[in-house]
């Protein structure tokens, strides 16, 4: 292998606030998304001037687009020391292509500071992760402060605020910690205003603000005050090991929690735990939770907690949404009400430039046609992710997954395992597992994994290095095929678009839409009854469905569309289950021929149950977008799905009255 000294690396590369490939912006460039007008212009016009930051090859600079921690970094060591202030490093010291950025690192190092890499973060190479403003507070912090291990982030973000680097981003957040905006992802204008005060702190043009900062400005101090207004009389005090704010007093109790870190898909930047609510203090505890910052007026604030005060243990109530805000309840072991962002890195979110198509010893998996439950292939972060469950065992391997979800063991070929666990993220769906080795000499190495509809994908490059891969492209498709190549790979596989109707764009309740072999799409006249008997009789003699109006089934697919009665339940009033949705008929398999009936019946049973809503539910199905619970037509939905059995299972409520 060759070597290459770290000191002649860093000759040859820029420090960018960009990827490389990017296009040098001249000090006369004017982006074309960042006007005149815009907060941050003259900061990232002093750094474009400085040849601190580039600009995009389409003449956009994308200031809301995030950074990570090594391009923070670097553009920091050389703010501060240059480029050329890099500790040198003997030849025969590297053994591996040293990064871009290691001359940044070795750069820090050299004035003490060598606790960058030790934030918060479980994949293999930190650099690569897209740092918060707490992060980047941090790492502020040490490079005035010398080195700190184990650093907080409330002792930087408060230092930040003392020497007037920062003013925070918010104002009604709470205390000055929460104002500063700690678990949300660090954007390039953020960071162009960041580093220009860093830049203008070392030459002493920022002095220290003329008021120090409201220390004593705490969520107790303001609970307190909601309180003795509202005629009651609280204790708060503040837990600062876990930033978190105890309140007891007359007919209510709860802990209030301020996340520091953003973990999973949602950042879940507030957490109450109601101990105790009498119901005469809903309005105290609304105007406490509007207080805090919940998106929410006070009619639905109200109803939310009405609501939540009705579930039973185990229970978890309705997800609303306001804005790009989730707010969650649930009941296990006190009412919990959660309300944070989402992030556009998600890999729940994940949305492919172009799309991908799978295909293992020449069989097509997954693909953009291929409209099932399934969750497609993804690209994150410039990574492409592929689940495990359909490349292993097709390749002579297997995998298993623990009955808690949180282990995953992968046997790759010649008996290769790999462990895979999971990180601690709230939210299963869409949590991250770190994978060692088991009993291999590259058991010190890890790999991310990505837990996606019950199965667990992992990076391509990773799986390319157990089984052949290659790829090719079919327009805008990238076909990825593992293993066995098939001698005409096709994204069209099943199908070609206009050939037959799509899953997409037709309307399925339409008596007079043509259908492949001159199948007549049934239609559903009868109306909803509070008799379960009646609907399943209509079931059976408009629908189709057989065994007493509980079964559809397709050529091949035996109980496609399955309805079952639960008139022992209070709350559900019946469940449907699908073995799939619909893929467009034209794959040369008799066997799943027939699947494009089934949304189309799946259309009729939803007008039956949501009446002018069902196009909704309808939709939630073609774009394999189904949230886990909903409401429409007063009926409180929930949906689950097994990745074991392929099954969706959607548990209709009873309509309220």
């Known amino acids: ?142 490079l005035f402060n010398g080195n700190v291990e184990n650093l907080s982030s409330k002792v930087a973000v408060k230092y930040l605020y003392e020497h007037n680097l920062t003013s925070g981003t918010y104002s009604d957040r709470g205390d000055y910690f929460a104002n500063y905006g700690p678990t949300e992802l660090l954007t390039r204008a953020q960071a162009a205003v960041f580093l ?70 949602l950042g879940e930047n507030w957490h109450m735990t109601i101990i105790k609510l009498d119901k005469n203090r809903i309005g105290l505890m609304t105007s406490i939770l509007r207080e805090l910052g919940l998106p929410m007026n006070e009619k639905e604030t109200r109803a939310l907690l009405t609501d939540l005060l009705a579930l039973e243990y185990g229970q978890t109530g309705e997800t609303y949404k306001k804005g790009n805000i989730s707010i969650h309840t649930s009941y296990y072991f006190g009412y919990h009400v959660q309300w944070g962002e989402h992030r556009n890195n998600d890999p729940q979110v994940a949305t492919n430039a172009k799309p991908y198509a799978l295909f293992v010893n020449g069989e097509e998996k997954r693909g953009p046609e291929f409209n099932t439950f399934l969750e497609p292939i993804f690209d994150k972060n410039g990574t492409v992710y592929v689940p495990v469950s359909d490349v292993v065992p097709d390749m002579g391997g297997s995998w298993d997954m623990s009955v808690d979800w949180n282990v995953v063991t992968v046997v790759l070929k010649e008996g290769y395992q790999w462990v895979f666990e999971w990180d601690g993220v709230p939210k299963k769906n869409g949590s991250t597992f770190i994978g060692t080795s088991i009993g291999m000499d590259d058991s010190n190495i890890t790999v991310k994994g990505i837990s996606k509809g ?70 559903l006249t009868s109306k909803w009854s509070s008799n379960p008997a009646d609907n399943f009789k209509a079931f059976e003699n408009e629908l189709g469905f057989t065994d007493g109006g509980r079964y559809y089934s397709v050529t091949g697919m035996h109980h496609a569309i399955t309805v079952m009665d639960q008139s022992d339940s209070k709350d559900t009033e019946v469940t449907l289950s699908f073995t799939g949705w619909g893929t467009p008929p034209g794959k040369p398999d008799a066997t799943v021929s027939e699947s494009f009936k089934i949304p189309v019946v799946s259309a009729q049973l939803f007008r039956f149950y949501f009446e002018d809503k069902w196009k909704s539910v309808w939709d939630y199905f073609n774009r394999n977008d189904i949230p886990e619970q909903f409401t429409l037509n007063g009926r409180k939905v929930n949906v689950s799905y097994s990745h074991l059995t392929g099954i969706m299972t959607v548990e209709i409520g009873r309509k309220s009255k």
């Open 1 to 142: 292998m060759r070597k290459i000294s770290a000191a002649t690396l860093s000759v040859m590369l820029t420090a960018s606030l960009i990827s490389t490939g990017d296009a040098l912006a001249s000090s006369m460039q004017r982006f074309t998304d960042v006007p005149a007008g815009h907060w941050a212009s003259d900061a990232i016009t002093r750094l474009v001037d400085s040849d601190v930051v580039h600009g995009y090859e389409d003449g956009s600079f994308k200031p809301n687009a995030y950074i990570t921690q090594e391009e923070f970094i670097a553009m920091a060591a050389q703010i501060l020391y240059g480029k050329a202030d890099a500790a040198p490093v003997a030849e025969e010291d590297i053994d591996v292509p040293p990064r871009w950025s290691d001359w940044a690192y070795e750069s820090l190092a050299k004035h003490g500071i060598t606790s960058l890499e030790d934030f918060w973060a479980s994949d293999g190479d930190k650099r690569l992760i897209q740092i918060t403003r707490a992060e980047a507070a941090r790492i502020i912090y040490m």
């Open 196 to 265: 220009t005060k860093i830049k203008d702190y070392k030459a002493g043009v920022i002095k220290p603000p003329s008021k120090p900062i409201k220390a004593d400005d705490t969520l107790a101090s303001r609970i307190k005050a909601i309180a003795q207004k509202a005629g009651v009389n609280v204790t708060a005090s503040l837990n600062t090991e876990r930033y978190q704010t105890r309140v007891e007093g007359s007919g209510i109790t709860l802990d209030f929690q301020f996340d520091e870190f953003a973990y999973g898909d």
């Open 454 to 523: 019950g199965s667990l994908f992992l990076p391509l490059d990773f799986v390319s290095k157990y089984y052949p891969v290659t790829t090719q492209m079919e327009g805008e498709t990238t076909l990825i095929l593992i293993g066995t190549v098939p001698e005409h790979p096709t994204a069209n596989y099943f199908g070609a678009m206009g050939q037959y109707p799509s899953t997409f764009d037709f309307n399925p309740l339409d008596p007079n839409m043509q259908y492949p072999g001159g199948w007549k799409a049934p239609q």
